[in-house]
T-cell receptor, first 112, second 114 residues
């Protein structure tokens, strides 16, 4: 069964460094998302992406964040200058149409 | 702004019990509601999706209902098993500009003990 994959599973970085989190959505899906979940808190929407552009973004998704779909399979989230409060699980999700979203296993980002 | 509340926050039951998990939301103008399961340190597994025009969905031992007018959904788990132990999340996607952007509840942490 097709699934969303994410790499790496765990990323440790120093404050101020850039990180790129990678996702491979399900191949025939058209809508792509990034979410984050700070330990013990709710899952929060960051950004949605459709037709090679951002369709929605939350107030969390500030200028430090960017997304890209560099080829037909990958979907990336870049954080330019990480802060301690960026430490969280980051989930990628995709969906085909007006149906359910399928989530990846997440990347645990630890900022030291 | 949509607010999603899940009750109870935690639940511990013996194996075999039938369970009801509750989700309430403040804005009834929704596109759909999705129930997820999250195991510790893991991603979200989709369980059931209910479109706004539907009243319920069933998958195996799971049944989810939706009452838009009252802003409520319930997830019914029949004959619970230890393998059902996880956190169950409710996510509501609203209309308007963020039509498919889900708002999540905090979840119900379920432990089913043998």
């Amino acid at each position: 069964e097709p699934e969303v994959t994410q790499t790496p599973s765990h990323q440790v970085t120093q404050m101020g460094q850039e990180v790129i989190l990678r996702c491979v959505p399900i191949s025939n899906h058209l809508y792509f998302y990034w979410y984050r979940q700070i330990l013990g808190q709710k899952v929060e929407f960051l950004v949605s992406f459709y037709n090679n552009e951002i369709s929605e973004k939350s107030e969390i998704f500030d200028d430090q964040f960017s997304v890209e779909r560099p080829d037909g399979s990958n979907f990336t989230l870049k954080i330019r200058s990480t802060k301690l409060e960026d430490s969280a699980m980051y989930f990628c999700a995709s969906r085909r149409g007006a149906g359910e979203q399928f989530f990846g296993p997440g990347t645990r980002l630890t900022v030291l | 702004k949509q607010e999603v509340t899940q009750i109870p926050a935690a639940l511990s039951v013996p194996e075999g019990e039938n369970l009801v998990l509750n989700c309430s939301f403040t804005d009834s103008a929704i596109y759909n509601l999705q129930w997820f399961r999250q195991d510790p340190g893991k991603g979200l597994t989709s369980l059931l999706l209910i479109q706004s025009s539907q009243r319920e969905q069933t998958s195996g031992r799971l049944n989810a209902s939706l009452d838009k007018s009252s802003g409520r959904s319930t997830l019914y788990i029949a004959a619970s098993q230890p393998g059902d132990s996880a956190t169950y999340l409710c996510a509501v996607s609203g209309r308007g500009g963020g039509s498919y952007i889900p708002t999540f509840g905090r979840g119900t942490s379920l432990i089913v003990h043998p």
